[in-house]
């Protein structure tokens, strides 16, 4: 089965500020790697496709990029209502997998 | 917009059988595959099953092969998880979500709360 190893497991940034979440594949998963937005008691959004493609109506301040086994999820100016647990998915190949998480906290 | 709901979810004791549905709705739940997350408390997400859109191709976690089966409806526009033989590690939240033929996931359900507890 692939790995996918999300760090960090946690940060905590500033209003405005860059953000970068790193999700690595044990193994090439082509583009196909997602990226989903989860608030306390909410269920998942999904937030990017294909490595960098933005699901409808997802602000421009998120952004994704990578290919192969190294990718990246980054909030260009970071805002309050982005305080949330982020996760990766590759679905090249069953199992699906998902990366363990990263909490972001809004300062 | 599309709408996911779940049902389904409530308290079984071990070795119980539960069967979680997914009414869809304000899309053509017949040309989408679909398939089922869940979330221990307080844990990350985990895949748990897919299933292709005429149910002719269905995929499930290990841990969970020979004890939960995923199905689908068309005519009813409603997604199934049967669930038996269950244990304590499979209580969760069970979000259904829908996938398009890329595999990519779009919608999501509000998720249904499954314990398994004695």
């Known amino acids: 089965d692939i790995q996918m190893t999300q760090s960090p497991s946690s940060l905590s940034a500033s209003v405005g500020d860059r953000v970068t979440i790193t999700c690595r594949a044990s193994?090439?998963?082509?583009?196909?790697l997602a990226w989903f937005q989860q608030k306390p008691g909410r269920a998942p959004k999904s937030l990017i496709y294909?490595?960098?493609s933005l699901q409808s109506e997802v602000p421009s301040r998120f952004s994704g990029s990578g290919s192969g086994t190294d990718f990246t999820l980054t909030i260009s100016s970071l805002q309050p209502e982005d305080s949330a647990t982020y996760y990766c998915?590759?679905?090249?190949?069953?199992?699906?997998?998902f990366g363990g998480g990263t909490k972001v906290e809004v300062k | 917009e599309v709408q996911l709901v779940e049902s389904g979810g409530g308290l079984v004791q071990p070795g119980g059988s539960l069967r979680l549905s997914c009414a869809a709705s304000?899309?053509?739940?017949?040309?989408?595959?679909m398939s089922w997350v869940r979330q221990a408390p307080g844990k990350g997400l985990e895949w748990v099953a897919t299933?292709?859109?005429?149910?002719?191709?269905?995929h499930h976690v290990d841990s969970v092969k020979g004890r939960f089966t995923i199905s689908r409806d068309n005519a009813r526009n409603s997604l199934y998880l049967q669930m038996n033989s269950l244990r304590a590690e499979d209580t969760a939240v069970y979000y259904c979500?829908?996938?398009?033929?890329?595999?990519?996931?779009?919608?999501w359900g509000q998720g249904t709360l499954v314990t398994v507890s004695s």
């Open positions: 979500a829908r996938v398009w033929s890329d595999g990519k996931f779009d919608y």
């Open positions: 304000r899309f053509t739940f017949s040309t989408f595959g």
């Open positions: 299933i292709n859109a005429d149910g002719s191709e269905k």
């Open positions: 193994q090439g998963i082509n583009n196909d």
């Open positions: 294909a490595a960098y």
């Open positions: 998915q590759q679905y090249y190949i069953y199992p699906l997998i």
